[in-house]
């Protein structure tokens, strides 16, 4: 190889030295914690003592490799001791996980799709809620970091240096977070693509704001990761993926949300790919994405159904009211209700809560109308649904499912009038005497 041919790498490092000789002139800065004289930075102290030494509001930037001890840390910038703690206290943290590089077989590559870069693809068929890959970050940092707070600035100050200045300062926080992270994930974070290179991104907050995924919140500051493998999954606003961050073990998964074949691309969504067209080119502009999805290309149909789509609630209090009901049509919830699963499946909206609303409600619908009356039947949608749902951080789903499932089944007793002497009294006491079969 040419010893004079500079490797992204290099060509990466040089770009960060030029960046930061540039803005230390342009702000007179002698050193890192030099007042300058467009701006004073107060975000530059760090902290390297065990968080339980420092008060729990202290303000310094917490440099830390967690979890400790791993042969796969993940190297953190954490806003204070308190976040700290907050993080290494979740419950059954740290939990380990293996690399997907350590696995015989992967379910995907990483190869080259035309007009996108480097991508995803599956090296297998996946099935809905199929785990793709589980995946630490090389690095974590809080998501407002290119907007530092602490800075304070001249009154002649313009809106172009400000913005220049909270990139310059993003940049070396991050910086000594990369120096502190293992050469090999110092190469892995470089060889990202950063589509920040002209707007004054420094090449470390560059390559984080190209690839990063939001991952919980803390302290009231939301985190965001980069990761090696999972930045390379493009996007689109039909994905057929979602992704569920497991804090125990500080790792996101990747799960298919629908049947993928083996050698399709991998795709999951950078923005609300709920929202109408307009809004997600304008979310997608920062990436330099012009999305050729099939809702983007069709958007003025995809829109309408969107929108519609938007508003599915939670129906669950009605679907019990009807199933109590038998003067109601069997099909009065049934009917819409498959419409709307048929919709949300031509659109490639699986990875969305309304997509597990509906599923869950026809769930609920055909255990009343009682398996043999509605084809495919209620286990067909349970485990639809169960299949996604497991993957819910916030929710036990076992727990509301049986729930629901306990009301509509003493509903469809009354509704097909079997209700024996015990039912009747649980049915009383769900319904109350309004129900006529139970008065
Ligand atoms: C997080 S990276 C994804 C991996 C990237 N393709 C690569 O080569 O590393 C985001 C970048 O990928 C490209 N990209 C992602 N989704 C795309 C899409 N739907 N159409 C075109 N380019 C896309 C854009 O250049 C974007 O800035």
């Not at 999954?233 to 998964?253: E, G, I, W």
């Not at 519609?308 to 939670?314: G, K, L, Q, Y």
Request: negative net charge; aromatic residues 6%; contains cysteine.
């Amino acid at each position: 190889m040419d010893s004079n041919v500079e490797s992204p790498e290099q060509v990466a490092y040089r770009r960060m030295e030029e960046t930061t000789r540039r803005l230390m002139e342009e702000f007179k800065l002698q050193d890192e914690t030099s007042k300058s004289r467009g701006y004073e930075s107060g975000g530059l102290k760090v902290a390297l003592q065990s968080p339980h030494e420092l008060p729990a509001n202290n303000p310094s930037m917490i440099y830390t490799s967690q979890p400790r001890g791993s042969p796969y840390p993940v190297e953190c910038l954490l806003r204070g001791a308190a976040a700290k703690r907050e993080l290494i206290e979740y419950p059954d943290f740290p939990q380990e996980i293996y690399r997907a590089s350590d696995l015989e077989e992967r379910a995907y590559s990483i190869v080259d799709i035309p007009g996108k870069g480097l991508g995803m693809v599956a090296a297998q068929d996946l099935e809905p809620g199929e785990l793709i890959t589980s995946e630490r970050p090389l690095l974590l940092a809080p998501h407002a970091i290119s907007s530092p707070a602490s800075l304070e600035f001249n009154d002649d100050a313009t809106e172009e240096q400000q913005q220049a200045a909270k990139y310059f300062e993003a940049d070396r926080m991050l910086k000594i977070a990369y120096e502190r992270m293992h050469r090999d994930d110092q190469a892995a974070y470089m060889k990202l693509h950063n589509a920040h290179l002209h707007d004054g991104s420094g090449p470390l907050l560059g390559v984080m704001r190209t690839n990063s995924y939001g991952l919980f919140d803390m302290q009231g500051d939301t985190y965001v990761g980069v990761f090696n493998d999972l930045s390379r999954v493009n996007h689109s606003c039909c994905p057929n993926t979602d992704r569920a961050f497991d804090r125990a073990a500080l790792s996101m998964q990747l799960y298919a949300v629908r049947n993928i074949k083996k050698g399709e691309e991998i795709t999951t969504s950078y923005c609300n790919h709920l929202a109408p067209h307009a809004a997600r080119q304008r979310a997608l502009t920062p990436y330099g994405i012009l999305c050729e999805c099939p809702a983007c290309v069709e958007h003025v149909e995809s829109d309408k159904n969107r929108s519609r789509i938007s508003h599915v609630r939670n129906s669950v209090p009605a679907i019990v009211k009807w199933a109590a009901n038998p003067m109601l049509p069997d099909d009065l919830l049934l009917a819409p209700s498959l419409k709307m699963l048929e919709l949300l499946e031509l659109e490639g909206l699986e990875a969305t809560p309304q997509y597990l609303q509906v599923l869950y409600h026809l769930m609920l619908i055909c255990s009343a109308l009682g398996t043999s009356s509605v084809n495919p039947g209620c286990g067909f949608y349970m485990e639809k649904w169960a299949r996604l749902k497991r993957w819910d951080v916030k929710v036990n789903p076992a727990e509301r499912g049986i729930q629901d499932l306990e009301k509509i089944r003493i509903a469809s007793l009354v509704r097909r009038r079997v209700l024996m002497g015990k039912e009747q009294e649980e049915a009383a006491a769900v319904f109350g005497a309004s129900n006529p079969e139970a008065e």
